[in-house]
């Protein structure tokens, strides 16, 4: 999990950061450090140019920090590997798991296809003899549908609202032939 460390003493000229904590920082948990006083990335994992090296939780940069400040603030990114995430976080994820689950399965095609693989889309308001004109991409241009019901298939009651909001807004375009 990113945390952003904040306790620890910058020596401009010698090119080091200590990191003020008991336990170990590695340099595989380091991911992001920015001098936010003058707005310099003087670290970055994926930049060698922009690396260092660490020992004793000193690390010794690349970067060129003779100029700076040893009182420039630091805003140091890493990766804590032994703070679980909070419940909060998890029951985050596992809403948005749900949902992309729910938006995957809206995706899928229903069995109503036509000779084409085009979808056929019940709109549900009756049947109707005469066909109308319309096309869901575009709803000026042309395409026939005849086939009209009033089923709403299991599960899928959370659209009949906006599918309705969706055809009284479609309702004064139909053309019939």
Do not use: H
């Not at 992309?100 to 995706?107: D, E, M, P, S």
């Amino acid at each position: 999990m990113k945390i952003l460390f904040e306790d620890y003493t910058f020596n401009a000229a010698t090119k080091q950061i200590t990191f003020n904590t008991p336990s170990s920082v590695s340099l595989e948990q380091l991911l992001l450090i920015t001098n936010v006083t003058d707005n310099v990335i003087i670290y970055n994992f994926a930049d060698p140019l922009f690396g260092g090296t660490i020992s004793n939780n000193v690390l010794t940069l690349t970067y060129n920090t003779v100029s700076m400040s040893n009182s420039d603030g630091l805003q140091i990114f890493l990766d804590n590997l032994a703070t679980p995430s909070s419940q909060e976080t998890l029951q985050y994820l596992s809403d948005q798991t749900a949902l992309l689950g729910r938006v995957v399965k809206l995706l899928e095609p229903s069995s109503a296809q036509n000779t084409t693989g085009r979808q056929i889309v019940d709109i549900g308001i009756g049947t109707s003899s005469s066909p109308i004109t319309i096309n869901p991409l575009n709803p000026t241009m042309g395409g026939t549908y005849t086939n009209f019901s009033t089923r709403i298939p299991e599960g899928e009651w959370q659209l009949v609202l906006p599918s309705k909001i969706a055809y009284a807004t479609l309702r004064n375009q139909l053309q019939f032939n």
